[in-house]
């Protein structure tokens, strides 16, 4: 069951997504750092009813953000579609014990879905340079890889712009 995420399972997400962050680390992907993503930024999620978790069996396995809010990062990648009604994806975790199982397949289809359902021109998103398995995932869903950008705070490497049109 995907619903939205209570102020109350901040800890619980902030365990899940510390350990998304070792289990990348430990295959040499450093995206993530221990203070990205923060306590706070998902009180902000929260706050602006964004942020939606995955909960099969009172465990939440994974959870992702849907956002209108379109980050000052983005305002130099070339779009594939107007910047007036799109829909952004953040913060896409499943925990490393729960992954492989379609967790984020099931995450992904919610965000596209929610985007399609309030008539969004498109889904965006950003995913680390370094990462090429979250690439390929992307790209198998049919997103177009565009321009790169840089969150300095993360990493030197940049992170690449997708955009599904839909």
């Known amino acids: 069951m995907i619903a939205s995420a209570k102020i109350s399972q901040i800890p619980e997400i902030l365990i899940m997504t510390h350990a998304c962050r070792i289990s990348m680390e430990a295959n040499g992907i450093y995206q993530w750092t221990t203070e990205y993503p923060s306590k706070q930024a998902f009180e902000n999620d929260i706050e602006r009813n964004e ?63 929610f985007a399609r359902e309030n008539n969004a021109l498109s889904v965006r998103l950003d995913t680390f340079s ?33 955009e599904l049109v839909l």
């Open 51 to 113: 942020l939606f978790v995955l909960q099969p069996d009172n465990e939440i396995v994974g959870c992702i953000v849907v956002s209108l809010f379109m980050d000052e990062e983005y305002t130099s990648v070339d779009w594939l579609t107007e910047n007036t009604k799109n829909y952004y994806i953040h913060r896409l975790a499943v925990h490393p014990k729960h992954q492989g199982k379609g967790f984020a397949q099931r995450l992904m289809d919610f965000g596209e879905n």
């Open 130 to 162: 370094q990462n090429k398995r979250n690439q390929k995932f992307y790209e198998q869903r049919g997103y177009t890889k565009l321009g790169n950008i840089f969150f300095p705070k993360q990493s030197e490497h940049p992170f690449h712009c997708y």
